[in-house]
């Protein structure tokens, strides 16, 4: 038995955790991780959220205790944070709140300057959140840009610092594109200096991002494919030579999904619930979504889903120019997503061509993704990078057959129909081109069509184990070996 002394404790960081915050992936990673952790390490582990008390938290009112105000110090003195305690799936979440934290504030401002400010405040004061406490970590799990500074700071600001001797780091990287560049002016004020690791390039010197991947004991990608992508010139946004010079502290871990909230059989959000040996709800729900949006209401035609941010990594220029030339063909398309609005901006004047074929809802709508993935016969997600991408996963568990480009957890999560047509659990395909897409589109379409083949997907897709098990065991070998790396 572990007593209270031999717990590992782990300060798990993050700017999202579902449902209080959620803008992608990363908040429902939050949300499930730690819990998943539990589940695997049991009383050896005790593993703690921390996350900014953002405006959108606040109104949604969590039940919270008070825990007391703490300073944080900076160039020009120091700021005043303060601590509130909640539980979040049953893990010990902490939300700070200051003025430079949160004043109020969206998740993210979408304004470099704006976002740099709060995160690099969120960074050290979560640090200094920790000495309020008295709660020493042995390992601070950061994940991506937002808190990549909290991992920079304890090889530097903190370095001396005795209650953080003990405690090592983990960088994960959610998504290497978004690096926090803009955030220079907020960590002078707050007295970061610039790296001093030679083999990061000159503009990384005071970017979130690529100093706490430096300064991290160990980085984590959130699938196998990543890290070994993020080492290429294609995907690593310069630091490749970086991470594959230091490639000794990277690995690839695919992340889960929540399979208690993401369950065909049990889902609040849907009319019909079904099960891989039980589908007949599947078609009832993709009946009635037909209905709801005004779609020919026909179970032969497919029906194609999205459910995404409206970001150009997401590949959408391939999707919308395939549009036109295919038009004719029978399919239906349901967009779900909020985002750039070039692109909102097309998938509204696609809606207005095709009427009776596409429906664009620009808008985040948790009730109606899971209506879309319950109800949706081909699930497109054609990535020009994916460092793991949730959805997909979510859709094969709702027998919705990915058709998605062969990238990071894409290729590492979907069985290629063309590949292994037995197992397959939907088609991957390669060219960055909408003909590429197309393609790979249409062998599906035709596949939809062979009933006892599409049955057998279905299955495959809908059996495969998409929980967050083997990952949480991944994770807890790896913090382990991190806490047996201190000197
Ligand atoms: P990313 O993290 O790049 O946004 P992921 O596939 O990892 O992509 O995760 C996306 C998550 O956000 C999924 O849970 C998906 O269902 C959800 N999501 C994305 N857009 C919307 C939307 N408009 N409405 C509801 N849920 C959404």
Known sequence: MNGAQDKLKVLFAS????????????????????????????????????????????????????????????????????????????IT???????????????????????????????????????????????????????????????????????????????????????????????????????????????????????????????????????????????????????????????????????????????????????????NGKTLNKAALQRELHLEENPDIPLLTVVSRLDHQKGFGLLFDAIPDNARKPWQLVLLGTGSQDLEARAEDLMRQYPQKIVSLLRYDEAMAHKLYAAGDLFVMPSLYEPCGLSQMIAMRYGNIPVARATGGLQDSIINYHKAPDEATGFLFTEKTHEGLVSSLNSAILTFQEKETWAKLMNNAMNKDFSWKSSAQNYWSIYQEIKSKRE
Request: with cysteine.
């Open 93 to 279: 979440t902490y939300l700070l709140d200051s003025e430079l934290t949160n004043h109020n504030s969206p998740v993210y401002y979408g304004d470099p300057a704006l976002d740099g400010r709060k995160y690099a405040a969120f960074s050290v004061a979560l640090l200094e959140a920790a000495r309020f406490l008295d709660w020493q970590p042995d390992i601070l799990h950061a994940n991506d840009w937002h808190t990549a500074l909290a991992v920079y700071a304890l090889k530097t600001l903190y370095q001396q610092d005795p209650f953080f001797k003990e405690t090592r780091s983990l960088m994960a990287i959610h998504n290497l594109p978004f690096n926090g560049y803009g955030s220079e002016f907020a960590m002078t004020e707050l007295g970061f200096m610039p790296g001093t690791y030679e083999d990061l390039p000159d503009w990384a010197r005071l970017t979130p991002l690529p100093l706490g991947i430096a300064a991290a004991d160990q980085i984590v990608t959130v699938s196998p494919q990543y890290a070994r992508e993020i080492q290429t010139r294609d995907f690593g946004c310069g630091l490749h030579e970086y991470l594959e010079k230091h490639n000794n502290k990277l690995i690839g871990i695919l992340n889960g999904i929540d399979t208690r909230l993401w369950d065909p059989a049990a889902d609040p959000y849907i009319p019909f619930p079904f099960t891989a040996a039980d589908t």
């Open 15 to 90: 700017a999202e955790a579902a449902p209080w915050a959620k803008v992608g992936g990363l908040g429902d990673v939050a949300a499930a991780l730690p819990a998943a952790l539990i589940g695997t390490a049991g009383s050896a582990l005790d593993i703690r959220l921390i996350l900014p008390f953002h405006a959108e938290i606040k109104r949604k009112n969590p039940t919270l205790g008070y825990l007391g105000a703490f300073s944080v110090p900076n160039q020009t003195g120091v700021f005043s944070a303060e601590l509130y305690v909640a539980s979040l799936h049953g």
